[in-house]
């Protein structure tokens, strides 16, 4: 039987799980988002944890009343990680006096274009090219991702909180 999902800040101490997502996910731990180059693993981060092991992860920046989600990484997919992720994010711009959580996407990212708008994001911006030009700042960038989809472009959704 599962439990249910803890969602906690990050400490020091979660650093190796922290890179460990990351790495699993992003072939390691830096993320190209907007022209600007990120070390995730040395962002704000919130932690899922099931049964006491690592179930999700997301880092985030907060700046200029926003909150960025720089990335979201479920261990376990449709298994409600991501969205108490979401959820706990927004309950913290919220609490920081925020008044919106935003984040990019890449045009082959289907997956996630349906997570977030199904949780009330919408598109707000296309960056035609984005990703081409991001490839000189990390070249392991693919060129085709999910579904066989050249990656381009950048897609950027945003929601109220």
């Known amino acids: 039987m599962m439990t249910d999902i803890r969602i906690r800040s990050t400490t020091s101490a979660d650093r190796a799980a922290m890179a460990a997502v990351l790495t699993d996910s992003w072939g390691d731990t830096t993320v190209i988002a907007h022209g600007t180059s990120y070390d995730a693993i040395r962002l704000s981060a919130l932690l899922a944890e099931r049964d006491d092991e690592v179930a ?4 985030y920046t907060l ?3 926003a ?4 990335t979201l990484d479920a261990v376990e997919r449709h298994a409600g990680v991501g969205t108490a992720l979401l959820t706990a994010a927004v309950d913290l711009a ?5 008044n919106r959580v935003w984040l990019v996407t890449t045009n082959d990212n289907l997956d996630a274009l349906r997570f977030y708008q199904r949780r009330g994001m ?7 090219g984005a990703v081409d030009t991001a490839r000189t700042l990390k070249p ?5 991702g999910a579904y066989g989809i050249a990656i381009h472009d950048e897609l950027t959704l945003e929601m109220p909180c």
Do not use: F, K, M, S
């Open 63 to 65: 700046a200029d009343r």
């Open 94 to 98: 919220r609490q920081a006096g925020a």
């Open 140 to 144: 392991a960038i693919p060129e085709v």
């Open 56 to 59: 999700g992860l997301l880092t």
């Open 122 to 128: 919408a598109i707000c911006a296309v960056a035609r």
């Open 67 to 70: 909150l960025e989600i720089v």
